[in-house]
């Protein structure tokens, strides 16, 4: 079965810092990775994604990832933080099989400080 | 180009009603994604459509849920009746065939008094 795993329900950075929000996963064979965030009373919004390729993964507003299929984890990166990043972050993850569903982890709340 | 489109945005009923969400995806995408996202919690795919063929409804409690897209484009997804545990976000998605990115809309939030 696949699953995924966002160990910290908060994450608080001070804007200027880099950030980390973790995600590790679980699926059958090799997986398809995603991130995307969530404004207040908005849908959620695609932020970067892992299909095939090399490990490091950059998307949209600055924000990076790195697959570590040793550790089976693709944890969400930003150099330099800034307080409209506030927001919930959502990890996602499908096994490499057509009609798999898309399994999301239970979100980390990322919270800038100026 | 208008993104992925749900009404009513906010609903509150009673306990025992039914209820119905709308979804207009965007234009030319044949895959339509229902997710429950609970508070505090990921969304859960509750049912995934191609076009108006329910691919996977593995996950929708069928016994009070309902949905349907006819004509393969507008999905609705009715709760009749409404339990106080139903009390959620409901989102809809879309896709084109096969893409892994999805498009979501910014759901509608039901409250169940």
């Known amino acids: 079965a696949q699953s995924v795993a966002q160990p910290e329900d908060q994450v608080n950075v001070a804007e200027g810092n880099p950030l980390t929000v973790k995600c590790t996963y679980s699926?059958?064979?090799?997986?398809?990775l995603f991130w995307y965030v969530q404004y207040p009373n908005r849908g959620l919004q695609f932020l970067l994604k892992?299909?095939?390729?090399?490990?490091l993964v950059k998307g949209s507003y600055g924000f990076e990832a790195e697959f570590n299929k040793s550790q089976t984890s693709f944890h969400l990166k930003k150099p330099s933080a800034l307080v409209s990043d506030s927001a919930l972050y959502f990890c996602?993850?499908?096994?490499?099989?057509?009609?798999?569903?898309?399994?999301f982890g239970k979100g980390t709340t990322l919270s800038v400080s100026s | 180009e208008a993104g992925v489109v749900q009404s009513p945005r906010y609903k509150i009923i009673e306990k025992k009603q039914p209820v119905a969400f709308w979804c207009n995806p965007i234009?030319?995408?044949?895959?339509l994604y229902w997710y429950l996202q609970n508070l505090g919690q990921g969304p859960e795919l509750l049912i995934r459509?191609?076009?108006?063929?329910?691919?996977?409804d593995s996950q929708l409690p069928k016994d009070r849920f309902s949905a349907e897209r006819l004509k393969g484009v507008d999905s609705t997804l009715k709760i009749q009746p409404a339990e106080l545990g139903d009390s959620a976000v409901y989102l809809c998605?879309?896709?084109?065939?096969?893409?892994?990115?999805?498009?979501f809309g910014a759901g509608s939030r039901l409250t169940v008094l």
């Open positions: 699926v059958s064979g090799n997986p398809y």
């Open positions: 234009s030319g995408h044949n895959t």
């Open positions: 892992y299909i095939t390729g090399d490990n």
């Open positions: 998605a879309s896709s084109p065939t096969g893409a892994n990115v999805l498009t």
């Open positions: 459509y191609e076009n108006e063929e329910a691919v996977d």
């Open positions: 996602a993850v499908r096994a490499n099989q057509a009609g798999t569903a898309l399994i």
